[in-house]
């Protein structure tokens, strides 16, 4: 079957940085999408990587391996609007979306 | 309209009527899709439509019917409504590289 895994949550400080990771089991790989969402509002766009290494936007970053099957999203200069749940998703052989649960990312000051 | 909306916002339902959640987009994209996110569980894909015309089952079909007359509109009926599709349905398109953008989101409550 196919499956995403990422942390149910996560706790950061404002002003630090953060790793949420993402390791997934598909049939095929055409890319992998990474999603913001807001409590009671519809997920955004925030990343694609479809070859190795890192792509860089800010104060995001997102890293994939696809021969370890696994990615990451890295949050720099935490900031309390960041706090959101974060959703991994790959898309299959028949390019279709694979969502993970999602992680809830909460920030303290 | 810039995007993608959806109607109505929320809604509670009797159990067994028949509901229609609108979904209209005005990115000309060819695909478009309908989720329903349930805490814990994530977005699952209940139908979707790589173009006018055609539809397909996603990973929760039962319950659900959808049609794609037209690139703009892809509506998502319920025709005999139950308590397990108390739900958040999210609408979205894709472009060509497959980047999907949702739509706001109606909080459906079947009572």
């Known amino acids: 079957g196919q499956n995403i895994d990422q942390p149910t949550e996560m706790t950061a400080t404002e002003g630090a940085i953060v790793q949420i990771n993402c390791t997934y089991q598909t049939s095929g790989f055409n890319g992998l999408f990474w999603y913001q969402q807001h409590a009671g509002e519809a997920p955004t766009f925030l990343s694609y990587n479809v070859l190795d290494g890192l792509e860089e936007k800010g104060r995001f970053s997102s890293f994939l391996s696809r021969s370890k099957g696994y990615s990451y999203l890295l949050l720099k200069e935490l900031q309390m609007k960041d706090s959101a749940s974060y959703l991994c998703a790959v898309m299959d052989s028949n390019y279709q979306l694979i969502w993970g649960a999602g992680t809830k990312l909460i920030i303290k000051p | 309209i810039a995007g993608i909306t959806q109607a109505p916002t929320s809604q509670i339902l009797a159990a067994g009527r028949r509901m229609t959640l609108r979904c209209t987009q005005d990115?000309?994209?060819?695909?478009m899709y309908w989720y329903r996110q349930d805490l814990g569980l994530g977005l699952r894909l209940i139908h979707y439509s790589n173009t006018a015309g055609t539809t397909g089952k996603g990973e929760v079909p039962d319950g659900y019917s959808v049609s794609r007359a037209n690139t703009d509109d892809f509506p998502l009926t319920l025709a005999s409504a139950v308590p397990s599709q108390t739900s958040v349905y999210f609408c979205?398109?894709?472009?060509?590289?497959?980047?999907?953008?949702f739509g706001p989101g109606t909080r459906l409550t079947v009572l």
């Open positions: 979205a398109s894709s472009n060509r590289t497959g980047c999907q953008f």
């Open positions: 990115m000309r994209h060819n695909a």
